[in-house]
């Protein structure tokens, strides 16, 4: 006799109630089908992150924090791309309760803005989701950095909540997603003459929900540098799905395209992603 149990047909729910699951099981497929992606760009403000966003296809749901999306919106909608645009904004005071009731319907709206937009859009973009995490946590907490002794159960329904915003997409696998990050400079601890230090490494890291590293499939670094009195635009792979070969490559010109990074990643055809 087999020493392996076979699996349960059903399970039971706290509430006591019966779930079927042993037609839950499928067979894995040889050929990679999934067709929709989690992407994360990160980059410093004027380096093009919003422009490599609507390359992806649409109709677009553009959900931005007030950003400088005037002049960067206009060529796509005149070359046929349908965009459509909700704005969000919130200015935090000293006064807590205000802040929190003010950030309380921004966030829902937000909330309500992301549900939508998977109903209808090809791709929705979350721009800035540093923002958003600001927004979110001011709904919750009022302030930015609230105090506590348990930082992980203070946050923990806070992260839930945020994460679960975004990985709604992964569930549904029908819309792709790209969120925007903002950097800041990355700091690390090092103990010097005796005494722990914060030491500037020169680098910057992701600004905001630091989760987003693992939910996005593929993450991209932009970027920029003056050539001969030209500006070049990079965007480097820091995170490439399935393909992590790819890691490190930098792209330019004309390659800075949603359809060409994921026909890349994939090894499958451009127009697939399109």
Known sequence: ???????????????????????DWVDATTEFTQRTCIMDIIGAEGTGRTRLALTAPGPIALINADEKING???????????????????????????????????WAKVRGWMN????????????TATEGWEVCRLANFGELNPKGNRMDRLYGPVNAEFRSTFKAFRIAGVNNLITIHQVKDHYID???????KSINTGTTKRAGFEEFGYIAD?????????????TVFTATIEKGWMNTQLEGVT????????????????????SEWA
């Open 1 to 23: 006799m087999s020493k392996w149990n076979k699996p349960k047909s059903t399970a039971v729910t706290a509430t006591g109630a019966t779930v079927k699951t042993s037609d």
């Open 72 to 106: 960067i919106v206009q060529p796509f909608v005149r070359k046929g791309k349908s965009i459509k645009v909700a704005t969000f904004g919130l200015t935090a005071t000293n006064d807590k309760q205000a802040t929190l009731t003010a950030a309380e319907m921004v």
């Open 116 to 127: 939508d937009s998977r109903r209808w859009a090809r791709t929705t973009v979350f721009d």
């Open 190 to 196: 090092k103990i010097v003459n005796g005494e722990q």
């Open 218 to 230: 593929v993450v991209i670094r932009t970027g920029k540098r003056l050539e001969r009195g030209e």
């Open 251 to 270: 792209l330019e010109g004309n390659d800075i395209r949603f359809p060409y990074i994921l026909s890349l990643i994939t090894e499958t055809e451009e």
